[in-house]
């Protein structure tokens, strides 16, 4: 399984928005800012496990280097 977050719009940099999805090797982390019942700041972050993970800075150069080109050259 290959997971790939997406970058940010231009309309979301404009607007300040950050990013809630990070890839580190075959990790895929989710992180969802929420409130607590309190009304206090919570991150709660969720880890999903893959093949190839990528992140929203990753190239579709980087992409297709690490999972397309394999398979061709085989």
Request: avoid cysteine; aromatic fraction near 10%; hydrophobic fraction near 35%.
């Amino acid at each position: 399984m290959v997971i790939r977050a997406r970058p940010l719009l231009p309309h979301e940099l404009e607007n300040n928005y950050f990013e809630v999805v990070h890839s580190q090797k075959h990790t895929f982390h989710y992180m969802d800012p929420t409130l607590s019942l309190k009304k206090e700041p919570r991150l709660k972050v969720d880890a999903h496990l893959a093949d190839y993970s990528f992140g929203g800075t990753d190239t579709n150069e980087v992409v297709y280097n690490s999972i397309i080109h394999p398979l061709i050259d085989k």
